[in-house]
């Protein structure tokens, strides 16, 4: 797809403007540092000259120093003094953009990041998590490497023309025109290799991406990799997707690797051309330039010669900057399918309808059709059905993750829709079955998001969810690591650890999707007597596979292929003989005919 961000370069430079101060005196430093840098050539005509019994004038006229001997010491302590200053200067700019640009890093992966929070489900479930890793770290660390070395090199490289310039021509213009007759071939085949060289660091960039979806799928999967005994498949897949990283490369080095050859040759034309026409001068006696001059045009230009042929490199690191820039702004320019509410309740009860609610996943055959539901503030509702029915898709339009395709869906008589997000968040706590445990210990899993909640109240929360028995027998207790996606707990701890986290919300609204199908029968049976505290002064929605969770609910539904088929209370729905029915059959074990 097409980029939409244009100037992205300049883009990533709006991101100084809080550091304005900082940037302008960095920039200033690095181009004194040139400055001083190059004045040796001239320290080194000077002393030529008066050596030579050619004193400058300026050193007799300003300072009334005459005797040769003299003079020298002169440009001796001021060569000693200009390239203190030289260090000086170099000292405060790298310092300068060194911060600079760690601090810009920062605020762009800080963007970036909460841009990509608040895209919505559908975004993730359609890019790579790896592919998103590498935006907010490779390419963000190479807009800090171009901010690092490439953008102060820029500088020296535009200081080293305008200052090299103006003092050949001040010496001798015959000569500045006959070094610097390459430059406009230089600078035209730069600019032609720049716009060749762009479209390979793009591919670079996606393939870079692609490679690192391919490692953080696998190492977040290793476990199905081990057990299918399929690591030499993933190493062949990993080789392929790290040679076509290598290959795009390749293309780009190929173009690279040929600039500085060419250009070194222009330079050579322009360097060698000087030295003849400026010997003949002094050779003839033309009186137009001293031997100072001539060494001064001799080092000056070859001063020249290696920040030019670096020029390539410069380029090079631009446009890798640029490509990473447009992957970082595309993902922070990105819109949200779901827009933002502008109400913000201050007390939500639990009121809940669905009217004529349809959807449907990216056009295809619909989930849901024509759902209407009315849930009462405090009341329980069961949902029921077999897999594929639209159970865990209703929970996804009630929190928003998705917008309804058709219908509304409203709490308290407030469209969703209407609400802001963190509003219609903050006021429902979910139990899903797909539990996510952050790297971290217990106590914090338990409390996560609720940055107030004391240890008293997060034991509390455990007990309700049959946890704290579990949590305290552990040797660190609730400062027990859970590792890495809750990798060191059994399924049924991470799901109660998950419940408890519920509970420490104390949400207006509790959904529980399949919330005990990892625990075992004894921790289920727990639970449900717990049940009732649990959805006490809450409207509770509960998902259930194990259709004993919710069999004391107020209401049950029954959904079979996006509709509702059936709804009524546990009794009146055995008494239907219907879908409800036939589930409840087999789970207690009867057959069914």
């Known amino acids: 797809m097409e980029s939409k961000t244009k100037r992205p370069l300049f883009r990533l430079f709006t991101y100084l403007k809080n550091y304005r101060f900082q940037f302008w005196f960095s920039s200033t430093n690095a181009i004194l540092n040139k400055i001083f840098d190059l004045m040796p050539p001239i320290l080194t005509a000077w002393i030529i000259d008066a050596v030579s019994l050619n004193t400058p004038s300026w050193i007799e006229n300003i300072f009334g120093i005459y005797k040769t001997e003299s003079v020298i010491f002169f440009l001796g302590v001021l060569t000693a003094f200009i390239l203190i200053m030289e260090s000086f200067f170099e000292w405060l700019y790298k310092k300068g953009f060194l911060v600079l640009a760690q601090n810009v890093q920062h605020d762009m992966r800080v963007d970036a990041y909460d841009a990509l929070q608040r895209r919505e489900i559908a975004f993730f479930e359609k890019e790579r998590t790896g592919n998103l890793m590498s935006i907010l770290n490779n390419d963000i660390n190479q807009l800090e490497q171009f901010l690092n070395t490439s953008f102060y090199q820029i500088l020296h490289i535009i200081t080293l023309f305008i200052f090299a310039s103006i003092s050949l021509f001040t010496v001798s213009p015959k000569l500045a025109l006959i070094g610097l007759i390459p430059m406009p071939f230089i600078f035209i085949g730069s600019m032609y290799y720049q716009k060749l060289i762009s479209p390979f660091y793009k591919t670079i960039r996606q393939k870079v991406g692609a490679l690192s979806s391919r490692l953080e799928n696998n190492i977040s999967g290793i476990m199905v990799v081990k057990s299918f005994t399929a690591e030499n498949f993933e ?32 330079i050579t034309v322009g360097f060698v051309s000087v ?13 137009e330039i001293t031997l100072g001059a001539l060494a001064f045009f001799s080092m000056m230009i070859q001063r020249m010669l290696w920040p030019v042929t670096g020029l390539g490199r410069i380029f090079d690191e631009y446009e890798r900057a640029k490509a990473s820039a447009l992957r970082v702004f595309d993902l922070m320019d990105g819109d949200s399918a779901i827009k933002d509410g502008q109400i913000s309740l201050p007390k939500i009860n639990g009121d809940i309808e669905l009217k004529d609610v349809g959807f449907q996943y990216n056009n295809d055959q619909s989930v849901l059709k024509r759902i209407n539901l009315n849930i009462t503030a405090g009341e329980t509702v069961g949902v029921a059905g077999t897999t594929g029915a639209g159970k865990t898709t209703l929970i996804k339009l009630l929190l928003r993750l998705y917008d309804t395709t058709t219908g509304q869906i409203s709490i308290d008589n407030t469209s969703i829709k209407d609400l802001t997000l963190e509003n219609l968040r903050q006021n429902i706590a979910l139990v899903s079955q797909d539990v996510y445990l952050f790297h971290g210990t217990i106590e914090e899993n338990i409390g996560y998001g609720m940055a107030n909640a004391s240890h008293e109240e997060i034991i509390k929360a455990a007990q309700k969810a049959e946890l704290h028995e579990f949590v305290i027998s552990l040797k660190e207790g609730y400062q027990t690591i859970v590792g890495e996606r809750g990798i060191k707990l059994s399924g049924g701890q991470r799901q109660r650890l ?21 625990v075992d029968t004894e921790t289920e049976k727990a639970i449900q007597m717990n049940l009732d505290e649990l959805t006490q002064g809450r409207t509770a929605i509960v998902i259930a596979h194990r259709l004993s969770t919710i069999k004391k609910a107020d209401k049950i539904i029954v959904l079979d292929q996006g509709t509702i088929v059936e709804q009524g209370s546990h009794h009146s729905l055995i008494l239907q003989n219907g879908i409800y029915a036939d589930l409840w059959k087999i789970q207690i074990g009867e057959l069914v005919e």
């Open 275 to 287: 030295l003849m026409v400026g010997s003949f001068m002094i050779i003839n006696q033309t009186g």
């Open 498 to 518: 998950s419940i408890a986290r519920a509970i420490l919300k104390n949400a207006p609204i509790l959904i529980l999707d399949e919330a005990t199908s990892s």
């Open 235 to 266: 190493t062949e897949r990993v080789r392929q997707a790290s040679e076509e990283y290598k290959f795009s490369n390749y293309d780009a080095i190929r173009f690279n690797s040929l600039y500085v050859p060419l250009i070194r040759i222009l």
